[in-house]
């Protein structure tokens, strides 16, 4: 009976969306998860679920009202008090379903906070890897992995953890890890890591219209943007990623339609000006790489050199520029060509050759010269 | 209640009396024999309810007399620790009942000040109940983000100590929230793993259903076991 009357007045709240309710009972909530809990151990899910639905209902408000990330800081609610509650729920022996919950919970959770957060990590690290993928649960391992990589104490999270920013769920408009995950700690963490793929992922979740970078966080993406994206290779990792800088550039020029203009316009012309920036860095490293192909050409040329100077770059760029997938034939020609003498070609005219193609030609060329390069 | 129990009820401040007494006595060493006596007194005592708040200050006398201040440690005298933890939850269950601005707990609260310090460390069986008297007699303590984390649940005092959180609960909401320290031995009880007594459980939800101003008043007649049943 009691039980009753707390979920009828909890799933009321829940109905209401009421988040500023939602707040003034976040201490009875967070009392009442370690009993849900228990019964979705015993196979009953109500609770939990009203519960769930509760804090999903407190970010919906927040996104209505604008209020931002720090909304949800983790110790808004009371979770540091069931720590030793929580590390016995990961353990191996739990049902999937009781650590898929716990996962779900992770965002809420101050880690910050926790005494004993290694073997926590592991264990909850462990939990994620038996439980089956949704966008919810890659929702909440990202947003609870960048939380616990901003945390000034060392880290030890498990590198595998990290492969989840490959699977780039969507992450809510309000959310403390992208909030948090943009500082020089985090995005330094993730270029340590040596991985491409992981270092794109993490940009493209941090960058967005809803969090802007943090200052120092901002010229380490622009150092990584430089250092880690330049490269005729890596061209298709810039194109997304400058897809994604313009997305949030043009949300953000809703003007008052965006939802933070009505908290503050201030902010919205920082985030311009931060990803302004990103953007331009990006762009800069693009040209670099085609002045490098530029210089690059005239080795590349030189490969075909028993034809007349003039036809063969002509030919090569429309050859190999708007036939990319004739590549085989590039190392057939090659180890015919090799050995032949390099002659000096008229760069200039190559460059103008090069900029009045089509736009689509870099990818080709740039494969193109870095096999030829690498060959001679 | 059976007839004795009446007759004892109608003499409470006479026994009370007498058992502030005893215990002094026995304290200062004075009569090793009052010994016996006291242990007729706890008896008599855990039979009967003893709740009623103008006996509150009874309580507090025999309580200071059965505790050892040193410094910020308080605990209970080597001896006396059985009546500390009785004195202890019933004068908890005497303040249980009335609002924080009433003259008993004024009373009470200038009393028990005069002698416990605000940082005060408690340490024994008693510490639970005197956690909560100090939350009640120190307003400023109130806020703090006490744990629980060194309370040691014994199976009856834990039973007869959430119900009796649950009257404060209940109490304070009335006067405006309820305490952030009886939320979190809510959530401590119902944290352990294995779960503490299914009574404990319904009063550690009846005190979260009162913060989420749920009308319990329909609940309270209901036996423990039944209280839990979900829908």
């Given at each position: 009976?009691?039980?009753?009357l ?7 709240m829940?109905?209401?969306a009421?988040?500023?309710s ?6 009875a ?7 849900a ?8 899910h ?16 927040a ?11 983790g110790?808004?609610?009371m ?19 009781l ?9 809420y ?5 926790f ?8 264990l909850?690290?462990?939990a994620a ?6 966008d ?9 992995l960048l939380r ?47 991985d491409?793929e992981?270092?794109k ?8 219209e ?20 330049n490269?005729?290779?890596?061209e ?14 043009g ?9 933070y ?20 860095v990006l ?6 790489t085609?002045?490098?192909?530029i210089?690059?050409l ?5 490969l075909f ?6 036809d ?6 429309e ?8 590549m ?16 000096p070609?008229p ?14 030609c870099?990818?080709?060329?740039l ?10 | 209640m ?11 401040k ?13 304290t ?6 009052l010994?016996?006596?006291r242990?007729q007194?706890?008896?008599?005592w ?11 200050v ?5 309580l ?5 201040v040193?410094?910020?440690?308080v605990?209970?005298r080597p ?9 202890s939850?019933y004068?908890?269950?005497a ?7 009433s ?8 009393r ?11 340490e024994g069986p ?5 956690v ?15 744990e629980?984390?060194d ?19 209940h109490?304070?909401r ?5 305490p952030?320290?009886v939320?979190?031995?809510a959530?401590?009880?119902i944290?352990?793993d294995?779960?503490p ?13 009162i ?14 076991d ?5 829908i």
């Amino acid at each position: 009976m009691i039980l009753t009357l707390v979920a009828e007045g909890l799933k009321a709240m829940a109905e209401a969306a009421d988040g500023h309710s939602i707040q003034r009972k976040r201490k009875a909530i967070t009392a009442l998860f370690p009993y849900a809990v228990w019964r979705e151990r015993d196979g009953q899910h109500e609770l939990l679920d009203i519960i769930f639905h509760l804090f999903r209902a407190m970010v919906a408000w927040a996104r209505h009202k604008a209020l931002g990330p720090l909304l949800l800081d983790g110790r808004m609610f009371m979770w540091c008090h069931i720590e030793p509650f929580v590390t016995t729920l990961l353990i191996e022996e739990s049902p999937d379903s009781l650590k898929q919950a716990i996962i779900l919970a992770s965002p809420y959770i101050p880690w910050e906070d926790f005494a004993t957060k290694e073997p926590l990590i592991q264990l909850w690290a462990a939990a994620a890897s038996t439980v089956p993928y949704t966008d919810d649960i890659g929702q909440s391992m990202v947003d609870t992995l960048l939380r616990i990589a901003n945390d000034a104490s060392p880290r030890p999270i498990p590198a595998g953890m990290w492969s989840w920013l490959n699977k780039r769920p969507p992450l809510p408009p309000v959310c403390w890890g992208r909030f948090r995950g943009s500082t020089q700690r985090v995005a330094r963490a993730v270029r340590t890591l040596g991985d491409t793929e992981i270092l794109k992922s993490y940009l493209l979740l941090i960058w967005s219209e809803w969090d802007e970078p943090w200052w120092a966080g901002l010229n380490e993406m622009c150092a990584s943007l430089r250092e880690d994206f330049n490269g005729i290779g890596m061209e298709h990792h810039r194109q997304d990623l400058l897809r994604q800088l313009d997305n949030v550039l043009g949300r953000l020029d809703l003007g008052p339609e965006h939802p933070y203009a009505k908290l503050d316009t201030h902010l919205i012309q920082r985030s311009k000006k931060r990803y302004g920036k990103l953007r331009e860095v990006l762009r800069e490293v693009d040209r670099e790489t085609t002045v490098t192909l530029i210089r690059e050409l005239p080795r590349l040329i030189l490969l075909f050199s028993p034809l007349t100077t003039a036809d063969v770059y002509r030919a090569s760029l429309e050859f190999y520029v708007f036939t990319p997938t004739s590549m085989s034939i590039i190392f057939r020609v090659h180890n015919w060509v090799s050995r032949l003498l390099i002659v000096p070609l008229p760069v200039t005219q190559l460059a103008g050759a090069a900029t009045a193609g089509r736009a689509s030609c870099h990818s080709s060329v740039l494969q193109l010269s870095l096999l030829s390069s690498g060959s001679l | 209640m059976n007839e004795d129990s009446v007759a004892i009820q109608l003499n409470l401040k006479p026994i009370a009396t007498l058992f502030l007494w005893v215990t002094r006595l026995e304290t200062a060493g004075e009569s090793r024999c009052l010994h016996d006596t006291r242990h007729q007194f706890l008896e008599l005592w855990d039979r009967i309810h003893l709740a009623d708040p103008a006996l509150a200050v009874i309580y507090l006398d025999v309580l200071l007399s059965c505790t050892d201040v040193n410094g910020s440690q308080v605990a209970a005298r080597p001896g006396s620790e059985r009546a500390a933890g009785v004195a202890s939850m019933y004068l908890l269950c005497a303040l249980s009942g009335v609002g924080p601005k009433s003259t008993v707990v004024e009373d009470i609260r200038r009393r028990y000040i005069g002698v416990i310090p605000l940082e005060a460390d408690f340490e024994g069986p008693f510490c639970h109940a005197m956690v909560a008297i100090h939350a009640l007699s120190f307003s400023s303590w109130e806020r703090r983000p006490f744990e629980w984390m060194d309370y040691i649940p014994f199976a009856r005092e834990d039973v007869s100590f959430a119900d009796t959180l649950v009257r404060v609960a209940h109490n304070r909401r009335q006067y405006g929230k309820v305490p952030r320290w009886v939320l979190r031995f809510a959530l401590r009880s119902i944290s352990q793993d294995p779960q503490p007594p299914t009574s404990v459980v319904a009063d550690c939800l009846t005190i979260i259903a009162i913060d989420l101003d749920c009308d319990v008043s329909s609940v309270k007649s209901v036996a423990p076991d039944e209280r839990c049943v979900y829908i």
